[in-house]
């Protein structure tokens, strides 16, 4: 089956780094589109990122400059390099897989890892 398996969340002051990895198996990960979402507390989930299967790639405003997408098909791994973070980056995150066209979401999803960043 499908298994999305997020790592590398955890705790930051502001101005630091982190580095979120996805690896991925049940499907074929070189074909699929691939994003990260991060949802806040009290807010809805939001686009962070996506890496189409020829490696281009998408970012939300807020993120642009500080946060860099990757994917390693040869390992099934989906990164996002996380830089200067910010107060308002907490949330968890998750990784998604396989864009739907049809139904304008992915369909699969892990777990989540939560990245907090503290003042």
């Known amino acids: 089956q499908v298994q999305l398996v997020e790592s590398g969340g955890g705790s930051v002051q502001a101005g630091g780094s982190l580095k979120l990895s996805c690896g991925a198996s049940?499907?074929?990960?070189?074909?699929?589109?691939m994003g990260w979402y991060r949802q806040a507390p009290g807010k809805e989930r939001e686009l962070v990122s996506n890496?189409?299967?020829?490696?281009?790639?998408t970012y939300t405003d807020s993120v642009k400059g500080r946060f860099t997408i990757s994917r390693d098909n040869a390992k099934n791994m989906l990164y996002l390099q996380m830089n200067s973070l910010k107060t308002e980056d907490t949330a968890v995150y998750y990784c998604?897989?396989?864009?739907?066209?049809?139904?304008?979401?992915?369909?699969?999803w892990g777990q989540g890892t939560q990245v907090t960043v503290s003042s």
């Open positions: 049940g499907f074929m990960f070189s074909g699929c589109r």
């Open positions: 998604a897989a396989c864009y739907s066209v049809r139904k304008s979401t992915y369909n699969y």
């Open positions: 890496i189409t299967t020829g490696g281009a790639t």
